[in-house]
């Protein structure tokens, strides 16, 4: 009986579709680039609903996908986007997710949508992007309690007749109600550009620095010698380099040492066992400095292990800690952290910290070798990660050794080769990313189980 109502509804959606063809060629309307393109309901508003159809299935775009997903989630209902950035950024405090979509002349849109209904958002209007081969990077900056989705590109910009320059252009949007601020300024070299807050930070990978309002859009300027080096350290005017900001300033780190201008320095809020004067930060969010530091001297460790803190942006304090292997070779590009939407856990590459219970955990094999790589983090604390992969990115790809740590005791536990990973969670709603044979970006929302 159910294969017979399944064929029947789609003969019957196969006779609708034919009559909007005819309804099309006897002078209907056609969509237009507003009309609900990108995997979304027109009529409704709402992002297409997930059904039951195999990743493999979906080739045609016909059918919509269910993926294997941790047994956390139900594939059962949920939403789907189709084509969205490579980018998205989330706003957790309402709700909402931000990707970008192509439109037509090379332009982009931004659009939102509320993650626990599926329902879309506002949109923004079709926007020109400097470099025309990439989408824009998308990001999410907090100031005086108002949240921003930011995109940015950078490129020339000319007419063909005059010589071109290179420029980095940013567009701002209220994350409430979608009102756009843009901002374009002269930059030379390809920029760093972070949103730790309160404002956008852009800087040359170095010392000099520019600062973007995200309220009013006014751009301030900062150079290397109105960072302020901290007093008696000999390292921070070697290799400094800007790494972002925090609610008391701008946070720049030397050879050795970091420090917040006009405000705290690392040397003086050192975790225990810490040699004071080696701190280095590898990652800057919101609230939080994730750092590393060679043990103490006198350590019996100090020749195989290195101690690892995450510290309160504002005050500098050390809220919690872990010694882990040093590795043979230092890597270029340490990874990037991830907190969970409340704030309470904080996962970077195979290191877990539980911030609420002062907390840190080293996810290592008995000889150093680092085991699992974390890449999403929920505030149930339960983090999703793989085995023997490089980075958070090859974590959340398809055919690798998924995993889940929770951090009620620190254990891992293996799940099915062919489970998908969440890229975040938030409002209950698991985010699933998934590419197509047409190589299409989808994102498809599920939610807890139960």
């Not at 109105?226 to 609610?247: D, I, M, N, S, W």
């Not at 983090?377 to 889940?404: H, I, K, M, Q, Y």
Request: net charge neutral.
């Amino acid at each position: 009986m159910r294969q017979r109502i399944v064929r029947l509804a789609l003969v019957g959606g196969v006779v609708f579709l034919a009559l909007l063809l005819l309804l099309a060629t006897c002078g209907g309307g056609g969509a237009t680039e507003d009309d609900g393109g990108g995997g979304t309901d027109a009529r409704t508003g709402a992002a297409s609903p997930a059904a039951s159809a195999s990743p493999s299935d979906t080739g045609s775009g016909d059918t919509r996908t269910v993926l294997n997903v941790p047994p956390q989630y139900s594939t059962r209902t949920g939403w789907e986007i189709v084509g969205a950035s490579p980018d998205i950024a989330f706003s957790h405090a309402t709700g909402r997710l931000a990707y970008l979509e192509r439109a037509a002349d090379d332009r982009y849109r931004l659009r939102t949508l509320d993650t626990a209904t599926g329902r879309l958002g506002w949109q923004g209007a079709a926007r020109q992007t400097l470099d025309p081969t990439h989408y824009p990077r998308l990001l999410t900056v907090t100031k005086d309690d108002r949240q921003f989705f930011v995109t940015w590109s950078y490129g020339k910009a000319g007419d063909g007749l005059t010589p071109s320059k290179t420029f980095l252009a940013l567009d701002v949007y209220d994350v409430t109600n979608g009102d756009r601020r843009h901002v374009e300024l002269p930059w030379s070299g390809a920029p760093a550009v972070t949103a730790s807050g309160p404002d956008i930070v852009i800087t040359d990978a170095g010392a000099n620095s520019s600062l973007v309002d995200p309220v009013t859009g006014e751009i301030g300027e900062i150079s290397a010698k109105e960072l302020k080096y901290p007093k008696g350290c000999t390292t921070c005017t070697r290799l400094t380099e800007v790494r972002g900001q925090t609610a008391k300033g701008l946070l720049a780190s030397g050879a050795a040492g970091f420090w917040v201008r006009d405000g705290w320095y690392s040397a003086n809020v050192a975790p225990k066992g810490a040699d004071r004067v080696t701190g280095v930060p590898t990652s800057v969010i919101p609230g939080l400095v994730l750092a590393k530091w060679r043990l103490a001297k006198k350590s019996p460790r100090v020749a195989t292990h290195e101690l690892w803190s995450v510290h309160d942006a504002t005050t500098g304090k050390a809220l919690a800690q872990v010694e882990c292997h040093r590795p043979a070779i230092e890597p270029g590009r340490y990874p990037q952290a991830v907190v969970s939407p409340s704030g309470g856990y904080l996962i970077a590459g195979n290191l877990a910290f539980d911030l609420k219970a002062k907390a840190g955990y080293c996810l290592e094999d008995e000889d150093g070798a680092a085991h699992v790589t974390l890449a999403s983090v929920t505030d149930d604390g339960l983090a999703f990660g793989a085995r023997n992969v490089r980075d958070a990115a090859e974590a959340l790809s398809d055919g690798n050794s998924p995993v889940t740590m929770a951090f009620l005791d620190g254990g891992v536990d293996a799940l099915p080769r062919n489970v998908r990973l969440p890229v975040a969670e938030t409002t209950g709603i698991g985010v699933f990313r998934w590419t197509d044979r047409q190589d299409r970006q989808h994102l498809i929302g599920y939610p807890r189980a139960g």
